[in-house]
């Protein structure tokens, strides 16, 4: 079967980068600070991936707008800290990448982090220029919304069905599905498998390899 896909589209947190403890332990802290009740882990996984505002009205619907800027600051103060040394790439992650790239296809970044905190680990990684285009939260529309992901599909000038979206929450899945794009779950991030499951991916992995092996059988 002929491999159709020209672009591979990756959320950053939780599937490229192994920061879902940090992002937790920081909304903890922020929780305290702001004088709020902490949400539970399950809770606050369930948040990675959206636009930090609604990840905070979503935990915290009854706050005012007022609350969400103060809380979103001390996120952002406790998880900077946190983050002098950016989260590790998981097991296989830049090695894939690499090899995407040598195999000729247009890769980019859809991610609910902020700007600055996605150029800030690009840099870390020395991929400021690695990617055909990132696109960040906080300069678009929160996932679900595909507004990130028409805005990559215009800039690569590609169709939806030559592109991928490879995440590890239900709002990747949801956005791909939204844009009209196929989408590969990944076990090890914030959300269960069973609950990516039901976005119908069309692949589920258990480690970042595997999606490389998948594409190639794709091919030959």
């Not at 990448?97 to 700007?115: H, I, Q, S």
């Not at 400021?128 to 696109?135: A, G, L, S």
């Not at 595997?210 to 030959?220: G, K, M, P, S, Y």
Request: aromatic share 8%; net charge negative.
């Amino acid at each position: 079967m002929p491999n159709e896909y020209k672009l591979l589209i990756f959320d950053w947190d939780g599937t490229l980068a192994d920061s879902v403890g940090r992002i937790v332990a920081a909304m903890h802290v922020a929780a305290q600070r702001a004088g709020r009740p902490e949400r539970d882990e399950e809770a606050v996984k369930g948040i990675i991936g959206l636009g930090l505002p609604e990840a905070i009205l979503t935990l915290y619907p009854d706050m005012t707008e007022a609350q969400v800027i103060a809380f979103r600051q001390h996120y952002a103060d406790v998880y900077m800290a946190m983050d002098t040394e950016p989260s590790p790439l998981f097991a296989g992650v830049a090695e894939s990448l690499e090899a995407f790239r040598a195999e000729g296809y247009r890769l980019a970044v859809a991610t609910g982090k902020a700007r600055r905190g996605l150029d800030r680990v690009l840099k870390a990684h020395g991929w400021e220029d690695f990617f055909d285009i990132t696109r960040a939260a906080d300069e678009t529309a929160s996932k679900p919304d595909p507004l990130m992901l028409n805005q990559i599909l215009a800039h690569c000038a590609v169709q939806p069905g030559q592109a991928l979206m490879v995440g590890d929450a239900s709002f990747d899945l949801l956005m791909a599905r939204n844009a009209g794009i196929d989408s590969v779950a990944v076990s090890y991030g914030a959300q269960s498998v069973a609950r990516l499951l039901e976005f119908e991916p069309r692949l589920a992995i258990d480690s970042f390899p595997e999606l490389r092996a998948w594409l190639n059988r794709r091919v030959n």
